[in-house]
C-alpha cells in the first residue's frame, strides 16, 4: 500500500532545474522523518537529503548547494528543489518516511512512494 505519491520529475538540460514534490498526508507534520533518496541504472539506492519534523535538514556532499529539501505541514508536502542539474543526478527519485532518523538514514524506511523519473541530459 503505498502512503507517499511523488510528482514533478521529467527531463532537463545540464544546468536546469525542477522541483520535486511528495504528497505526505499525515507523515509531513507528525513527527516523522522524512528523507529524499535516489537510485541510478546498475547503482545502488543512495540518501540525497533528509528533514526532521522540526525542519532540520542533511544533504550527501554531491548535491549541498544546489538541491534544496523542505515541507509544507499545511498543505502535506515534501519538496526538493533541485538546481544546476547534472547528468549524473539522473535516476528515479523516491520520498521516504519514518519515526526512527537512524532507520532513514540508512535507506531502511517504513513508508516510500513509488518514484518519479529525473534525466538530465548534457
Known amino acids: 500500500q503505498v502512503h507517499l505519491v511523488e510528482s514533478g520529475g521529467g527531463s532537463v538540460q545540464a544546468g536546469g532545474s525542477l522541483r520535486l514534490s511528495c504528497a505526505a498526508p499525515?507523515?509531513?507534520?507528525?513527527?516523522?522523518?522524512m528523507g529524499w533518496f535516489r537510485q541510478a541504472p546498475g547503482k545502488k539506492r543512495e540518501r540525497v537529503a533528509t528533514i526532521s519534523s522540526a525542519g532540520g535538514t542533511s544533504y550527501i556532499d554531491s548535491v549541498k548547494g544546489r538541491f534544496t529539501i523542505s515541507k509544507d505541514g499545511a498543505k502535506s508536502t515534501l519538496y526538493l528543489q533541485m538546481n544546476s542539474l547534472k547528468p549524473e543526478d539522473t535516476a528515479v527519485y523516491y520520498c521516504a518516511a519514518d519515526l526512527d532518523l537512524g532507520r532513514l538514514w540508512i535507506g531502511g524506511a517504513a513508508v516510500w512512494g513509488q518514484g518519479t523519473q529525473v534525466t538530465v541530459s548534457s
Open positions: 499525515g507523515y509531513s507534520d507528525s513527527g516523522y522523518y
